[in-house]
């Protein structure tokens, strides 16, 4: 019987290392998940922490442009100070 899905998905391969096939399927076990759920979730944790980190550093660069910066002079006796 083939599965319904609730979105259109695609097939992917991937080579995994066998220690991480063991680990997906300890916690595939655990949870009582298929492995193809723990890989999605995964996968899907992991694009969101990219696009974060992407987000965070388009903010960064917007601000140096915008010249909102502090001198690297402070920078270092602040640091200076911290010993």
Known sequence: MARVHAEETK???AHIPLPLVARVDEL????DRPRGWIVRQALSEWIAQED????????????VDAGRVVDHEKVKTWAAGLK
């Not at 595939?28 to 949870?31: E, G, M």
């Not at 974060?52 to 601000?63: I, K």
């Open 28 to 31: 595939a076990a655990r949870l």
């Open 11 to 13: 097939v992917v391969t």
């Open 52 to 63: 974060e980190r992407d987000r965070l550093t388009r903010l960064a660069l917007d601000s």
